[in-house]
């Protein structure tokens, strides 16, 4: 019994041996990793890949994109399971450590980062699998999703990098056709079209997955048909159309299938045609109506028959229910037909308007599109704004009884055209435009049907009515005047009968008609003022002006631009756009014609000498040279400043006057200026400071120093009067003040500019080194008495021995001291003593007693 039992426990021993051996060995752990892990984990990520793939949009008017867009609101309605997948694959590595599915399901982790956008955590699990995986495929195919990972990233570069690697390797077919997709796909973002063609063209043959077949067909049909090899595209896009696809690949396939055989062979036109009648009447197609059409546009304007392409885009446009995206291309091809070949701008302006209100904001060129609407909508207003005004100018030289007749036309055209289209019987919208194409005009009731806003309907108007009615006054409502005189008439009433009229003294009724109050408003619109009309003429110049810039930049018609240009200098040739217009012209013409190109520049600088364009046309290196100017004009300043900060406000004002006087032309001058007008303050009298800073501020009245100048001129009143209450009526007897020399003169014996001229020759001549100034004050209005005087000097007796000099030279020039001239030195307190109290003979008099 014993020994039984001993075998039994021996037997269990074996049996737990053999067992705890089994669950170690490779094959149990691939068998339990494969199928309890990774199976599941793989299946969720596919499930989420297959909801992109069923949410692919087929944009048939683009290039094929070869992957689906990653839509993160599919990422995120699959959260569970990509979480489930995320938990079966990290358990997998965890659980079955010794496995061969530990790189696979690392692999399936970096796909789910990747699809939730957590980029660094996918770059770092795909790296680490390259690193760690003996497995060539699973590495291989982290590569690949490396590369995609970069590629939403926007790192182009790193992705062809990963490229690179990949190029080098030894690739299965599988994963060389999933490869060779993904490389395309990059060179696809990258919009290089030649190598997307090279790399799908060597990936057909290895694709088994019949969607990215059928995909990859279609997308090589588009290239080929975009390159004109129309029989390969026509072989393309045949194999696209096997294998059962979709009704709706198939349906574009086979429409382009019909186009590349037209344009490979204008013989299979009419084959074609065929076929799309019968493609119109099938009913499955009603939903495609407006594609059909579309693609027989495409198919005439390949052929150059434009009007033919025009009638077949206009009638995509038209079809019951279209799709905005289909009707959106059909009137950007409409655009841009009349844009580039029928050269309607106008026209193209409308079209344009419709694609961008019905195309997606998506679509390639979109940016472009919408700026070239802009454009032509701005173009058009001007068009508008010149014909609108010419028309009104032309209306204001009418005589009233024609205008009115006039206005009387376009009402009832007007009116005529709404009963119209209350009847259904008007189909200027039916192409779906945004503005009616019979009209540009804007009415001045609001409409948009101002019919008769032209000059030739004008003189039509008058010579019908003229016709009808003869000449009649010029007076306003004859038609009501003249019904009321022959009321009156018929009548026969007399003063009697009026005075006896009960009603007599109540209020009248209004007897105008709503017709004549519409025409009473079409007639207020009209500018018959003065003022109107030069602002209608106005706004025709700037309408001009704009279309001129829109022709060069907006559309490249530079032709164009100079005709218009010029119509404005026709029509104004004093326009305030006249330099503008006339540098315009110049470099218009430079590359085309050098006479004129010459002869608009000679006109600038003649009208406009002073303007910075005219300097420039002079000395092509004007700005550098004014640059190098003001630097050194800035140097003059520093060290004029500086003199000035130290006090030695005679030296700061030599500089000054020097920098002054040796330079011109410079943005710098007016800081100069204005310290050397402070300074007048300082070396002469608060009087020359006040009339300093006017001067200064009337000269720049723009410039931002005239602000400062001006808060200096407002402090000047209140310290003025402080200074004359403090002076009393004695002169001051502190000679170690600065020292003018001034000479009073009777303004109507003797002239300041010449007296002027002679004090700065003298200067120049005797005294050059000290930069002496002279300057000018009305002493006396009253007296006709003005007063000349040089500063300055910063001594008595320095003032003394030029005041002799200058007596001197007044005495040879025949100037003596007499009742009308006085020539004397004066302290810069008593100057502003003497020019308070005009006591000149007082001071005369203390001048003879202190000074030589």
Known sequence: MEIKNLHIIRFCCLLLIIALWGCNSKGYQNLNARYNGYFYADQYLNEVYQAFEERYAYNFDEILRIFPQIDSAIVKSNKEKLDDAFKKSSQTIEWWKASDWVDDSYLIIGKIRYL????????????????????????????????????????YDQAEEVAGFLDLEKLEPEVRASYLLT????????????????????????????????????????????????????????????GNPPYEVMFHARLNKLIVSGYSNPNNVDEAYKVFDKMLRDGKNKEYMDHIYYTMGLLEQHRNKLSKAVENYRAATRVEQPNNRQQGLAFLRLAEIHYDHLLDFNLASAYYDSAVMKLPKDIERFDEISKRQKVLKDFVTQLNIIEKNDSLLTLAQMNPISLEAYLGRYLDAKEAKERAKERGNNNANSTGLNRTDDSNYQAPDGSNTWYFYNRQAVGQGQLEFQRLWGNRPLENNWRRSL??????????????????????????????????????????????S???????????????????????????????????????????????????????LF????????????????????????????????????????????LALQQEYARAYEAYESGDYILADQRLRAALASFEDVDFLPTVELLAAILKAKTESIVSYEQALKDFIAKYPEEPQSKYAQNLLAAIAPTKNQLFNNLNNAFSEDFQQVHLVAFTFSESVFKADNLKQIVNTFNQQKFESQRLSSSYLNFSPVNKTGILFINSFKTKSAAEIYRKLLEEELVKQGLKSDSNFHNFAISRDNFTQLFQNKALEEYLTFHQKFYK
């Open 116 to 155: 939730r956008a957590q980029w660094q955590f996918a770059i770092e699990t795909f790296q680490y699998i390259n690193q760690n995986s003996n497995d060539d495929p699973t590495r291989q195919k982290a590569l690949i999703a490396l590369m995609r990972t970069y590629m939403d990233m926007g790192n």
């Open 483 to 528: 019904k009321q005189t022959i009321g009156l008439s018929s009548a026969a009433q007399t003063d009697n009968d009026i005075s006896d009229d009960p009603n007599k003294g109540a209020p009248q009724p209004d007897l105008k008609s709503s017709r004549e109050t519409d025409i009473d408003k079409l007639m207020a619109t009209v500018p018959f």
């Open 587 to 630: 470099t218009l013409y430079e590359p085309l014609d050098a006479a004129k190109a010459q002869h608009y520049k000679q006109s600038i600088i003649e009208e406009f000498p002073e303007t910075l364009l005219a300097k420039t046309l002079i000395n092509p290196n004007y700005l550098q040279e004014k640059a190098a100017r003001n």
């Open 183 to 242: 490389k395309a796909f990059l060179f696809q973002q990258l919009d290089e079209y030649g190598k997307v063609k090279e790399l799908l063209t060597e990936a057909q043959p290895l694709i088994n997955d019949k969607t990215y077949s059928l995909r990859v067909n279609f997308i090589l049909g588009q290239l080929a048909q975009q390159a004109g090899e129309y029989r390969n595209a026509y072989l393309y896009y045949d194999n696209a159309l096997k």
């Open 530 to 584: 003065e003022e109107a009309q030069l602002k209608v003429h106005k706004e025709i110049q700037d309408a001009y002006f704009s279309l001129g810039r829109i022709y060069r930049f907006g559309l490249a018609q530079n032709q164009k631009s100079i005709i218009t240009y010029e119509k404005l200098l026709e029509r104004y040739p004093q326009t305030e756009h006249r330099l503008d217009v006339l540098y315009a």
